[in-house]
């Protein structure tokens, strides 16, 4: 978090006189709406606010920010930036692998998971040699949909393409919860999977099932493969699901395998691999 601190001295000779009361409404006003008194700024947006304190976004020069505002009533107002360019992240990657194979030292196979967010310029296969990696430790990984949120350094962005996050959602499955492996899978020279490398009957199997759609997570008391926590619609609108928070039916599955095959070349189809065969039966 970025904290931003500044002291401006008042009643300078031949300046008007300010009493405190007069340079805190001052603040308040500026810490509403600094539009009147930065030129820089081009938007100033109260978003929420409680008792002292308040959250906007701005943009200043250009940079989306998003700042809180906490009062302390005529002495100082306090600016933290807590998105937006200078803030500081604690994390990185290395640090997350290193408490991931932490977690399998000390709680063990089956017992932990890592949430993964799918759609921010990574491959298919970048995604999914995560996964694996992850299963090799004994956890199972997350899954969650990009959904550019109002406000954020990356509301301008897309959601992840529905027909890519079909693909991971189900290869995520087949590694997690059936055994497969993503060096039995093919990919392109962009690393787009093209090939689940599973017979058309077992792929027809877990689409039909729906429950590699589902909102992913920790496992819940009806299955291991069903998690416990459902997350409606937090990683999509419900006019246009990534995270089916419940049970899909049959004009779900029908959507979804639609999904599933705009992305995929006509050999990896699901629908063309599944006419193809039908045609070679005897």
Not at 17 to 24: E, G, I
Not at 157 to 165: C, E, F, Y
Not at 196 to 218: P, Y
Not at 257 to 274: E, K, L, N
Request: charged share 30%; glycine share 8%.
């Amino acid at each position: 978090m970025y904290q931003l601190s500044r002291t401006v001295p008042v009643n300078e000779p031949k300046k008007s006189f300010l009493s405190r009361h007069d340079v805190w409404t001052g603040l308040l006003m500026k810490a509403n709406n600094a539009l009147p008194y930065v030129p820089e700024m081009k938007k100033c947006e109260v978003v929420e606010e409680g008792n002292g304190w308040l959250i906007r976004d701005i943009m200043l020069k250009d940079v989306p920010l998003r700042e809180k505002v906490t009062f302390e009533p005529e002495q100082r107002v306090i600016f933290e930036r807590t998105r937006g360019s200078g803030v500081q992240s604690p994390h990185s990657w290395e640090k997350y692998w290193e408490i991931l194979h932490a977690a399998a030292e000390i709680f063990g196979a089956e017992r932990f998971g890592a949430h993964l967010i799918v759609g921010m310029g990574e491959s298919d296969h970048d995604v999914l040699t995560q996964v694996q990696k992850i299963r090799a430790l004994g956890g199972h990984s997350h899954m969650f949909a990009f959904f550019p949120e109002r406000g954020s350094l990356m509301d301008h962005l897309p959601p992840v393409p529905r027909p890519q996050w079909r693909r991971i959602q189900l290869a995520r499955y087949l590694i997690d919860y059936r055994g497969h492996r993503l060096e039995r899978m093919r990919f392109d020279a962009t690393g787009a999977l093209i090939d689940f490398g599973l017979s058309q009957d077992e792929l027809e199997a877990v689409i039909n099932a729906g429950i590699a759609f589902r909102t992913s997570g920790c496992p819940g008391k009806e299955a291991d493969d069903i998690s416990a926590c459902d997350r409606p619609y937090g990683d999509s609108p419900p006019r246009d699901i990534a995270s089916y928070p419940f049970k899909l039916n049959r004009s779900d599955i029908r959507k979804v395998r639609r999904q599933i095959d705009a992305g995929m070349s006509p050999a990896g189809s699901a629908r063309q691999r599944h006419s193809q065969q039908e045609r070679e039966r005897p």
